[in-house]
């Protein structure tokens, strides 16, 4: 595995080099795409990205004997997985939880293949996981279930048995279009669907946030898509839910990958013209380097798949899908304290937010030592959007005043702070695919058919983890699947 970060003076000062080499008479070997178009190699592909999805995707290919070049935008690999030190600590400004290995399969396999170590979340004990914040309370999840106000209590509760009648009504979660009412349901959004239950106040915003965090605001949500992922958990104990993350950060994960590729991944060379012809494709990037290959695979995030210009150009429904599929927007801010002042209250640091902003916050750092630990505060839905122009340090004393009504007193052992929101990303624009009303009858599973031999991967494309690193890995091994059986 080569990574190259191929900046343009890199680019520059390379061709100079070969140059001077050639008219000293010396043979000299860059590991560049020079002239990648004289590969004899019988079999390539070229991968755009270097997220979960393009990295299983590359990882495959090569294991059936492909010779793979991995294109990508950043100046770093990993997408929407990113992980960032914070003193002797790290935290995840992306994707972070990963669900029981009965769950979150294909992760769990290649943490296990390339031995990345996995750490349960929480703690153990006598410490609560979290609490709820509700009127202004900070309540036990523990209190709330046994002596929290009863209307609030019963009616949170009737939210999730209505949420099981929904998930009841879809036969298969891969295939949501077969239920009968599929059309009405993905008509209608969620926000009209919570009012109906006339829920108690406090319980309607829980309910709310709830559907906020966990995909976008509840008035751009499909309610079909709502029914799919309650169908996907139905039967999926609590205990196999966000149960791990990475010991050493979702960096281990990506960084593993990498280490098991052989072919190299370039760095800052995003794709802007993707042409197919004759089973030949051929790619220009931003550095106007050129690259062809057998096939490729698409794993950029649909909110910026449009930067790519294709010829000929792709079926309009699918450039009008990646145009217009609702993306959740999300933002972290990771908050590093001296004190896990959160222990103090006998809790975990989990904490689901009913009329904050910051809708959810959880500790990073249960398994890395220390007194203190990051908080990490997660806005979503409006309340991520209206502070898109924001700069960092707003953002951030906002989050701080949240936690510390949360938790009076705790801004005194504040040391630092990062932001992150996707929305801003330049390569993103947005969280992760969370399908608005009518969208699931237009476009569901239009991703995962190629355009010829132009395949795509992402989150995106899967039918059953939508929005997760599962999800990612699942769509890189289901398009390597499919481009073997071309039997090139």
């Known amino acids: 595995m080569n990574i190259w970060k191929m900046d343009f003076f890199r680019s520059t000062f390379t ?50 004997g492909f010779e793979v070049t991995v294109l990508e935008a950043r100046d770093r690999i990993g997408g929407r997985v990113a992980t960032v030190e914070m003193g002797q600590q790290t935290g995840e400004i992306g994707g972070e939880f990963i ?102 106040p406090s319980a309607k915003q829980l309910a709310e946030q709830f559907v906020r965090g966990e995909f976008d605001e509840p008035k751009d949500l499909s309610l079909l898509h709502l029914a799919q992922y309650a169908k996907v958990y139905e039967n999926v104990s609590d205990d196999d839910v966000e149960s791990f993350r990475f010991l050493k950060g979702g960096q281990a994960m990506t960084s593993a990958f ?35 290959s057998n096939v490729i695979v698409v794993t950029v995030p649909l909110k910026v798949l449009n930067k790519i210009t294709f010829t000929p150009e792709l079926p309009s429904e699918l450039s009008q899908a990646a145009e217009n599929i609702n993306y959740g927007t999300h933002s972290k801010v990771l908050l590093r304290y001296s004190k896990r002042f959160w222990l103090e209250h006998n809790l975990g640091g989990d904490t689901v937010v009913a009329s904050l902003p910051t809708g959810w916050t959880w500790e990073t750092t249960e398994r890395q030592g220390g007194e203190g630990g990051i908080l990490i505060a997660y806005t979503s ?32 052992y504040f040391i630092e702070a990062k932001s992150q929101s996707w929305l801003n990303e330049q390569w993103t624009k947005g969280g992760f695919l969370a399908y608005g009303p009518g969208q699931m009858s237009a476009y569901w599973d239009l991703f995962k058919q190629p355009v010829g031999r132009i395949y795509f991967a992402g989150e995106h494309t899967d039918t059953l983890y939508l929005g997760y690193m599962e999800g990612a890995v699942r769509s890189g091994v289901r398009v390597a699947k499919q481009i073997s059986e071309l039997k090139l």
Not at 15 to 30: K, M, P, R, T, V
Not at 43 to 64: D, F, N, R
Not at 270 to 289: E, G
Not at 391 to 404: M, V
Request: net charge negative; hydrophobic share 35%; charged share 20%.
């Open 15 to 64: 061709c100079i080099l070969l140059l001077l080499l050639s008219a000293c008479g010396d043979h000299y070997e860059a590991g560049l795409p020079v002239n990648p178009q004289t590969s004899n190699t019988e079999k390539t592909a070229i991968v755009v990205g270097a997220g979960l999805s393009g990295l299983s995707a590359a990882y495959e290919l090569e294991q059936l």
């Open 99 to 200: 669900d029981g290995e009965a769950v979150h399969q294909q992760l769990h396999r290649y943490a296990h293949l390339f031995d990345v170590e996995l750490a349960d979340t929480g703690y153990e004990g006598s410490v609560q996981s979290g609490a709820y914040y509700v009127d202004g309370n900070l309540v036990g999840y523990d209190d709330f279930d046994e002596s929290y106000s009863a209307p609030i209590v019963t009616d949170y509760y009737r939210f999730y048995d209505e949420l099981g009648l929904l998930a009841d009504m879809v036969p298969d979660p891969e295939k949501p279009l077969l239920l009968a009412a599929a059309a009405e349901l993905d008509k209608r959004n969620v926000q009209s669907w919570i009012d109906e239950l006339q829920l108690h």
């Open 258 to 292: 990498a280490k098991n590729i052989s072919g190299d991944i370039l760095l800052n060379q995003a794709v802007t013209n993707i042409q197919q012809t004759d089973n030949k494709i051929t790619v220009k990037t931003v550095s106007d380097d050129t690259y062809t």
């Open 381 to 412: 839905g409006d309340f991520s959007k209206m502070q898109q122009h924001w700069s960092d340090q707003q953002i951030i004393d906002t989050r701080l005043a949240e936690i510390e009504l949360m938790y009076p007193g705790s801004s005194q």
